[in-house]
């Protein structure tokens, strides 16, 4: 079965902090998601990556950044925590399709809730 | 950019009864995924169905099916035998099949579900 693991379930963090979220599958998928969920709004894509150091912004990207130096880990980085930022973020990844694309399932971790103070 | 809509944010079913929940999407391409995933309370989302748009038969897993109308860009799930276990929220999602917006879901605003014994 595929696993998608983040770090941690619950977080609290003030405002203005530096916050890291990571993100590890175990499947070698190479494309990895960050998504915000929020009630009402569903899922929104913050960042997106296809290979080791790439990546792409999704529909919201404000105020976030990404790395993924290994393709198993894929990190979200608040590098300065606003009180808008909190939410439940979600992490997931998915095999690459072919070159006309394919609807290859994605596969998501816990997620994270995030409350920043 | 496509959109999706779930218009019911909440529905209940009784124990072994029959539920549909509601999806519809707006999109100028005419080959994508759609797809509905499962979160049930405090556990991680799951894919449910899936459904490609150039094939005409509606998707089915078990209990699951799909009335997928493409014209009326519809894509209601049908659970029957409504069980305990499927009280959740449902995300209705969206896939273009152009590799050049990426693998990237748009989901909908989700639609919670109550069984009731």
């Known amino acids: 079965d595929v696993k998608v693991t983040q770090s941690s379930r619950y977080l609290v963090k003030r405002t203005g902090e530096k916050v890291f979220l990571e993100c590890v599958q175990d499947?070698?998928?190479?494309?990895m998601f960050w998504y915000r969920q929020d009630p009402g709004l569903g899922l929104r894509l913050i960042y997106f990556?296809?290979?080791?150091?790439?990546?792409e912004k999704g529909d919201i990207p404000e105020g976030y950044s990404v790395s993924r130096e290994k393709k198993e880990r894929f990190s979200l980085i608040l590098e300065s925590a606003s009180t808008n930022q909190t939410s439940m973020y979600l992490c997931?990844?998915?095999?690459?399709?072919?070159?006309?694309?394919?609807?290859?399932?994605?596969?998501f971790g816990p997620g994270t809730r995030l409350l920043v103070l | 950019a496509q959109t999706v809509t779930q218009s019911q944010p909440e529905m209940s079913v009784q124990e072994a009864e029959t539920v549909t929940l509601s999806c519809t999407y707006d999109?100028?391409?005419?080959?994508?995924?759609l797809f509905w995933y499962k979160q049930p309370p405090s556990r991680q989302m799951i894919l449910v169905i899936r459904?490609?748009?150039?094939?005409?038969q509606n998707a089915t897993e078990n209990r699951f099916s799909v009335n997928f109308q493409k014209a009326a860009k519809s894509f209601s799930l049908k659970i029957s035998d409504s069980q305990l276990g499927d009280a959740a929220m449902y995300f209705c999602?969206?896939?273009?099949?152009?590799?050049?917006?990426?693998?990237?879901?748009?989901f909908g605003a989700g639609t919670i579900l109550r069984v009731k014994s």
């Open positions: 997931a990844s998915s095999r690459s399709g072919s070159t006309s694309g394919s609807g290859e399932t994605q596969y």
């Open positions: 499947m070698d998928h190479e494309n």
């Open positions: 990556s296809y290979d080791v150091k790439m990546k």
């Open positions: 999109t100028s391409e005419s080959d994508y995924y």
């Open positions: 459904q490609e748009a150039y094939k005409q």
């Open positions: 999602a969206y896939r273009s099949a152009f590799t050049q917006y990426g693998n990237k879901l748009v």
